[in-house]
């Protein structure tokens, strides 16, 4: 009978190599296997939270934009009722005083006229579903340049990562009134209570006002 010789060191050689190789394909599916159970979304925090407010940050500005190209965003604001004082078909407008339209109205032409939803559709067709906004005009309360609100598009407070864009327009005395069936300017505006003041009466100027969208 041969007795059992020793592995040479070739044979040694050979057997670490393959151990090496073997550890080394544990882990990498290892590696692989947790990689693909980790599923990253726009709420994980860090780089890619980042990255998507981005994203939706400029996607709200670009509906700004186009609106703005439209001729919808100055519209929007001179979507007022004269006699009431205050903006068209506000939801709410049987609790008393002013409202703000719900999300899916801003979008509505039939709520709000065709000239006057060109942003509101284009929110609610690019947000994402469960996605909310808000839309809030700051306009000039005095020549001392204090600033005050008015909510447009209230859907609740915003989350803390919440993004924001605007964009501002100068409104003039002799522009229209965008309300159906009215053929009176801004100047024409009386009830200023609940409505965009003018601020240099008899100036030409009537006030700059900024559109601001909150999303979240």
Not at 91 to 110: I, K, L, P
Not at 129 to 149: F, I, K, M, P, T
Request: hydrophobic fraction near 35%; avoid cysteine; glycine fraction near 8%.
């Amino acid at each position: 009978m041969r007795r059992h010789e020793p592995p040479t060191r070739d044979e040694r050689g050979q057997a670490f190599t393959l151990e090496g190789f073997t550890a080394a394909f544990i882990l990498l599916i290892a590696v692989l296997f947790a990689v693909q159970s980790v599923v990253i979304t726009p709420s994980s925090g860090g780089a890619v939270d980042r990255t998507a407010q981005a994203q939706v940050q400029q996607q709200v500005q670009d509906a700004l934009i186009v609106a703005q190209q439209d001729g919808n965003l100055s519209e929007l604001v001179r979507f007022v009722d004269v006699e009431e004082g205050e903006f068209q078909s506000f939801h709410n407008e049987s609790d008393g005083g002013q409202g703000a339209y719900t999300a899916s109205d801003f979008g509505n032409s039939s709520q709000l006229g065709q000239n006057a939803s060109t942003l509101g559709e284009i929110l609610n067709g690019n947000l994402e579903a469960g996605q909310n906004y808000n839309v809030e005009l700051y306009y000039l309360a005095n020549e001392d340049g204090e600033r005050e609100s008015i909510s447009l598009v209230d859907e609740g407070a915003p989350s803390s990562t919440a993004v924001t864009a605007s964009y501002t327009v100068v409104l003039h005395e002799n522009q229209s009134i965008t309300a159906p069936d009215s053929d009176q300017q801004l100047k024409d505006i009386t009830d200023e209570g609940e409505y965009i003041p003018n601020l240099e009466e008899g100036d030409g100027l009537y006030n700059v006002v900024e559109i601001r969208v909150t999303v979240w």
